[in-house]
């Protein structure tokens, strides 16, 4: 049987093994056509197929409304944070930006370096962040262009668990790590993006959805290969897309749906993150998380040993026992165990009786 190991990356992060196999299976001979999928013409009918079965599951399993384009781009999440303010900043008009962490603040970065954005809330400083802001606390202005918030802070270990109220302005949501986490009312927002690396497939697509209301008050005035209106009137086809991303994740979002769709995912992931969230707060005493009840990441966990010493002898003997990727961003430091929708709820039982015991060895 091949080795796996229990894969706690933040992102690219493990995909669900059916998925895998599936890809393992088709890889040299798509369906019968002789070729691999990533050898097929992106105008070709069995590429199209493909394209066009990952565009419905997602809508189906989304229940995303026809007034939403559904787009598979490039580029990353990164360039989305330029590309927002380049379509939708108009000039002489701002837009709100909402500062939660690390992402939220190179987002904000790429919009100041088009237009003048706001900032309606912070709740980042010196590179820390332990929650997300309240509604009473935004300071919106009601003639922005959009508001963006980052739904889920990767590195810090926060989330939204509401959706902040915009009166009318259209909410723009970096949903990158939490994107498909549980069924998710997509129509409050003019436009939803994520890299797919994290529950969606392999790093090299970056999901976009946006309200056809919004898009048409984009800008013309951008390269046409920036233009998000260019790509949803090609159907994601106006040049190359990244074919073989886009087959994975068709065949991880076919696995969602053989799991029992978005309800069954969102309720093992909430066992998960009960689980370990619950398993820190019994020993407080030596792990501690530093993040508000209110604002837990139900995907990424950040918490604090001691020691950096016991950190680091945490990520050994957890990598020895099988689990990798537990190691915090450079940035923040730390331990983050990100569970994103492949990880089964069996690996974090692992996890949490290993911490336990390390606990018991060492503290
Ligand atoms: N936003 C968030 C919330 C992220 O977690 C990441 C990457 N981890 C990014 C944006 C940047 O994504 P990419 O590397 O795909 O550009």
């Known amino acids: 049987m091949t080795h796996r190991v229990m894969n706690f990356n933040a992102g690219p992060a ?20 002789g070729m691999s999928i990533m050898e097929h013409s ?22 995303i409304p026809e007034d939403f384009h559904v787009l598979f781009l490039q580029g990353g999440a990164s360039q989305v944070f330029a590309t927002v303010p380049m379509n939708f900043l108009q000039h ?8 939660t962490g690390g992402w939220a603040d190179k987002a904000l970065a790429e919009a100041r370096i088009v237009g003048t954005p706001r900032v309606a809330a912070n ?8 929650r997300v802001p309240t509604q009473s606390e935004l300071s919106l202005d009601p003639s922005a262009c959009y508001v963006h918030i980052t739904t889920n802070n990767t590195l810090e270990g926060t989330q939204f668990h509401h959706c902040p109220e915009t ?10 790590s939490d994107f498909l986490w549980r069924p998710t ?43 998000f209106g260019v790509h949803a009137d090609n159907d994601s086809l106006y040049n190359t897309p990244p074919t073989f991303a886009i087959y994975m994740v068709r065949n991880v979002l076919a696995w969602v749906k053989t799991q029992g769709g978005l309800p069954a995912i969102e309720s093992a992931n909430r066992r998960k993150g009960t689980l370990l969230y619950s398993t820190l707060d019994a ?15 139900v995907m990424n966990v950040v918490f604090r040993l001691p020691t950096e010493a016991l950190e680091d002898r945490f990520v050994t003997e957890a990598t020895k026992a099988g689990m990798v990727g537990l190691k915090g961003h450079r940035s923040v430091g730390g331990i983050r165990v990100s569970m994103y929708n492949a990880v089964p709820p069996s690996a974090v039982e692992t996890l949490t009786d290993f911490m336990r015991d390390f606990a018991k060895r060492t503290g």
């Open 14 to 33: 493990g995909l669900p093994l059916p998925a895998l196999e599936r890809a393992r299976d088709e890889f040299l001979d798509y369906a019968g056509t």
């Open 42 to 63: 992106h105008r070709g009918k069995a590429y199209e197929a493909v394209h066009h079965e990952a565009v419905s599951l997602l809508r189906e399993l989304l229940d």
């Open 92 to 99: 002489g008009r701002t837009a709100d930006y909402v500062i």
């Open 123 to 130: 709740t980042y400083s010196d590179g820390r962040s332990s």
């Open 167 to 176: 009166h009318g302005v259209p909410l723009v949501g970096d949903m990158s």
């Open 185 to 227: 009312d997509v129509r409050p927002y003019g436009f939803i993006y994520a890299g797919a690396q994290k529950n969606l497939g392999p790093s090299g697509v970056t999901i976009v959805l946006v309200r056809k209301d919004f898009l048409a008050t984009a800008r013309m005035d951008i390269p046409k290969i920036f233009r």
């Open 283 to 297: 020993l407080s005493d030596f792990y501690r998380c530093p993040v508000e009840a209110s604002s837990r990441s």
